[in-house]
């Protein structure tokens, strides 16, 4: 294995064809002392002062959550990003990854602060001038101001770009008027400081910095949701807002670049944030199985209850390899950075760009194995699970939202084939190569052998993943041409397999790392591994036939079907034995191992 910090590594979406575990990854086994005080920090402060005011928060009393908001920023927790000349730490993406991870034990909170340190307040830390960012940064930093961003109105949500809120300068050339609407903004009931979208003349979308006490801004009454009822949501209206002109935030007419960018960074975070719900989701099931009897013995000793902890397991192990491998491939561009260059907050930001398709598929992987766990959770707690005396049903109810904010998964899942599709047509991926490669190996019969090693038959399983993942997209691009946006149904399925193949792909690479390290729960991991892949192959081998199938003419459907028969491997295992392994530690431990 190469170093991480291998300027190959850097490439977002290269690990579709790049050789499986080419490059050492980062992963939750490097974190550095200073990164685990960070996190226990988190952990004690979500366990000492938000948890056990769960109830308060979800009745929303009045001022608690701003009170915990400051109280976080007094342990640091709202400085993690946040540049050092501003009063912030400025550390890395893996340590903000983690305090996410941390804090997502309470929904209503976790959605809270990730707000204000995230989307609220980063268009500032990446985008704003020196002015802007002398006069914000300190204080957002304490929390003595508060952060909210409005880009969704009544009218357009997925449509961003479709919004109706106009800016018009003034006669005096001071002040921008703003008026129009924003809907479901996060903090809006007490943030200070929101960072609005709006098109200058109704047509350059352009952000600005807009103050609470702004004339003309008027906040809705807090919106009544099914999940996430602490958090604070409400409307926006703007009739004829003064909003200065120098609270212009970026360029004029590039308020895109920092809506999309800035969500990108907020999917990345939402991975981890939902896969830190599911470790806890998990931890609370399994207590609860270890105390539940039925017929004579604890529901815990069930194979159907063992089923679905192995399998819950599983997938975290693979989503925190995701996660942590993306945050450490930012993280090495980062280092490289010269600190003293004017640009570089820029060049932070286009580091973060560089990996929109696997912070999309963070989003996607990270969301759907949290909604799976509350899911399998409530399902542990029987009819208890469906009262609101336990824990789970507001974990139930929390978890629903990941997948409709930060785009929805069903934008992201085209962002992720779309931008794999771009980044292959413009060359920032060395695709035509492989696609060469992959064809001469057809047809000489020299696809990639067994190696020698621990995980090889596994290795090797992903090598042909990846060839019929890259056949079945190659052959729908050139079926659809340039069409193929239309064919929404095509992009996810294809999405779906390429987050399966950096599922699989990171999953090996940490592994591997955990054995060369005899790391004690290596074996243990190894199992997790095989599961998600013996799976994952099968998604992969049922998906790219399907793609072949609607991007065929019938009389080359026989033969494109042959290619991906041969370019799957059979990966056959117990799922049971696996699962029920899995489960042993876990109840064991009362707890996800790692
Ligand atoms: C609790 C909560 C907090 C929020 N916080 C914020 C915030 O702080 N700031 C903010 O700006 N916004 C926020 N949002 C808004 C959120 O980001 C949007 O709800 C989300 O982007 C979806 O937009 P929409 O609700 O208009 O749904 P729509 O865009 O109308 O989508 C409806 C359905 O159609 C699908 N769809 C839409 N377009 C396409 C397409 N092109 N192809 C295929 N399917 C499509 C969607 O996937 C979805 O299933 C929040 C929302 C909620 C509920």
Redesign the pocket.
């Known amino acids: 294995m190469t170093n991480a910090n291998d300027k190959t590594t850097a490439t977002g979406g290269a690990f579709l064809i790049e050789a499986c575990g080419a490059h050492r990854i980062f992963t939750p086994e490097d974190f550095s002392d200073e990164q685990r005080l960070f996190h226990k920090t988190a952990l004690d402060f979500i366990h000492h002062e938000v948890l056990p005011r769960s109830r308060e928060i979800e009745a929303k009393k009045e001022g608690l959550i701003p009170n915990l908001l400051r109280k976080a920023g007094e342990v640091g927790l709202l400085s993690v990003e946040i540049p050092e000349n501003y009063g912030g730490l400025g550390l890395d993406v893996a340590t903000s990854m983690l305090v996410a991870e941390a804090i997502a034990k309470q929904g209503s909170f976790s ?1 809270s602060i990730g ?1 204000h340190v995230g ?2 307040s980063l268009p500032i830390v990446y985008f704003g001038n020196e002015v802007q960012k002398a006069k914000y940064l300190p204080k957002i930093n304490t929390g003595e101001i508060l952060t ?13 770009l479709g919004a109706k809120t106009k800016a018009v300068l003034n006669p005096e050339g001071t002040h921008y008027i703003l008026n129009g609407a ?7 009931g007490f943030a200070g400081l929101f960072t609005v ?1 709006a098109k200058i003349d109704g047509e350059k979308f352009t952000a600005f910095l807009v103050t609470r006490d702004t004339k003309g801004l008027s906040i809705g009454a807090e ?1 009544h ?1 099914m ?2 009822r602490g ?1 604070s ?1 409400c409307q926006l209206t703007f009739e004829d807002a003064l909003v200065p002109k120098e609270n212009i935030l970026g360029e004029i007419g590039k308020g895109h670049k920092i809506a999309f960018n800035i969500l990108n960074h907020g999917r990345m975070k939402l991975g981890i944030s939902a896969t830190g719900g599911a470790k806890h989701v998990l931890g609370i099931s399994v207590a609860y199985a270890k105390s539940r009897k039925a017929f004579g013995q604890p529901i815990a000793e069930f194979g159907l209850i063992q089923e679905k902890i192995g399998e819950i397991a599983s997938r975290i192990f693979v989503a925190e390899a995701m996660s942590f491998r993306t945050c450490g491939l930012i993280d090495a561009v980062h280092e490289q950075l010269d600190k003293s260059d004017p640009a570089y907050q820029q060049k932070r930001f286009l580091a973060l760009e560089e990996f929109t398709i696997e912070a999309s598929i963070l989003k996607v992987c990270g969301s759907e194995l949290l909604n799976l766990a509350v899911d399998e959770g409530v399902q542990i707690h029987g009819g208890y699970g469906y009262s609101e005396e336990y824990a789970i049903e507001r974990a139930y109810r929390d978890s629903r ?1 990941n997948r ?8 992201n899942r ?1 962002l992720i084939t779309g931008t794999l599709l771009k980044r292959a047509l413009t060359g920032k991926i060395a695709w035509l190569d492989f696609f060469g490669k992959l064809q001469h190996e057809l047809e000489t019969n020299t696809l990639p052998l067994l190696k020698d090693g621990a995980l090889a038959r596994e290795q090797q399983v992903v090598e042909y993943a990846k060839r019929a993942t890259v056949l079945a997209l190659q052959t729908a691009a050139m079926r659809f041409m340039q069409n193929i946006e239309k064919e ?1 149904e095509i992009l996810a399925q294809i999405a779906n397999l390429i987050s399966d193949i950096y599922g699989m792909d990171s999953a090996i690479s940490r592994v591997t790392q955990m054995m060369e390290a005899k790391h004690e729960f290596a074996s243990w991991a190894e199992l997790a591994t095989q599961l998600y892949l013996s799976q994952g192959v099968r998604r992969i081998y049922e998906g790219a036939r399907q793609i072949m199938i609607e991007a065929s003419d019938t009389k080359d459907r026989a033969n494109q079907l042959a290619l991906i028969d041969r370019l799957t491997l059979p990966y056959e295992i117990s799922w049971v034995k696996l699962r029920r392994a899995l489960a042993e530690t876990i109840i064991e431990k009362e707890a996800y191992p790692l």
């Open positions: 959605v707000a989307i609220g909210a961003y409005a880009l969704t109105e009544p009218g357009s949500g997925s449509d961003a924003k809907q479901w903004i996060t903090n809006a979208f919106e949701k999940g996430i958090s949501t939202i409709i904010f930060e785009g929805t998964n069903e934008i085209m929404q």
